[in-house]
């Protein structure tokens, strides 16, 4: 079976920092787009990071660009996500995600899911 578990959330004040954790399990990670979505009260699941399983494909929503960092470790079978500068805006549940298409954006088009983690930043 597939799981795919995120770790590393929590509560930071603004300006803060926070590295999240997926590790995949139960299928052929390095096959895999990798991606974070983040989802907070009354809004849709968005897309904010996305890795490509070669490693040379990357993407980032304008919201977080310059202050998160997607990375991969395929050995591992684990991908993160750096967030610095944290704002009250990027509070919401983190989920990570695998799919087989070449960085897909769409949160209908990924095979499989963690549970999520939340992250609250306080000002």
């Known amino acids: 079976q597939v799981q795919l578990v995120e770790s590393g959330g929590g509560l930071v004040q603004a300006g803060g920092s926070l590295r999240l954790s997926c590790a995949a399990s139960?299928?052929?990670?390095?096959?895999?787009?990798m991606a974070w979505f983040r989802q907070a009260p009354g809004r849709e699941r968005e897309c904010v990071a996305a890795?490509?399983?070669?490693?040379?494909?990357?993407y980032y929503s304008d919201s977080v660009k310059g202050r998160f960092t997607i990375s991969r470790d395929n050995a591992v079978n684990t991908v993160f996500l750096q967030m610095n500068s944290l704002k009250p805006e990027d509070t919401a549940v983190y989920y990570c995600?695998?799919?087989?298409?070449?960085?897909?954006?769409?949160?209908?088009?990924?095979?499989?899911w963690g549970q999520g983690t939340q992250v609250t930043v306080s000002s």
């Open positions: 995600a695998a799919d087989l298409r070449l960085m897909s954006r769409r949160p209908d088009e990924y095979d499989f």
């Open positions: 890795i490509s399983r070669s490693l040379s494909r990357l």
């Open positions: 139960g299928l052929t990670f390095s096959s895999y787009t």
